[in-house]
């Protein structure tokens, strides 16, 4: 059986050569790119961020990315978000910038500034993962590692009931100051506001979950 291919979007922001090397260690193969066609065909894609809300958005729409996102979720195919590429999930940011850029519209909600005596967040924290969580299988009781200032400290999209229900997205929680949400599980659209790939064996073990899912 072939490794899983995995793309790590190349738009110019995020930890873009630490997060190949961390997925080519958990067993997938990785490549860094922004071609439409790798894109699309990739068994998994992953959307980096780092820094600012706006200049992230800006750099995803120079490289298609919005476009690219819809189309892997219209089919089905697996995204995941790490930190700035979470926060773009959202409709938005309030976040200072030059001018308004809105998010990707994938989840409900604005980001906004932490609640907490010290602002960033920076550091290793606990998360509370609610119950069937795959990302966080095999990860009970372990830390991970944020750098952040801006946060989703609300969780707005409706639960779903009947047949849906089961299918109704899993929402891990973190707390600086106040909760935050920390990362999300939505059919194929994942996830996190800390790195993986800066968070050790924990991380290395959360994105093996991933890779291993595709």
Known sequence: MSAPHVVVLDHGSGNLHSVVRAL??????????????????ADGLLVPGVGNFHACMAALRAVDGPRLVD????GGRPVLGVCVGMQVMFDGSE????????GLHQWPGTVARLTAPVVPHMGWSDVTAPEGTRLFAGLEEQRFYFVHSYAA??????????????A????????????FVAAVENGALSA???????????GLHLLKNWVMSL
């Open 24 to 41: 080519a260690h958990v067993g997938a193969e990785a490549d860094l790119t922004a071609d439409r066609d790798r894109v699309l065909a």
């Open 71 to 74: 189309v892997r979720l219209a």
């Open 95 to 102: 976040e200072p910038a030059a001018r308004p850029e809105e």
């Open 153 to 166: 400290l609300t969780w707005d999209l409706p639960a779903a009931d009947g047949a849906l229900a089961a």
């Open 168 to 179: 109704a997205p899993l929402v891990t929680w973190a707390r600086h100051g106040a909760p």
């Open 192 to 202: 996190t506001q800390f790195h993986p790939e800066k968070s050790g064996d924990a």
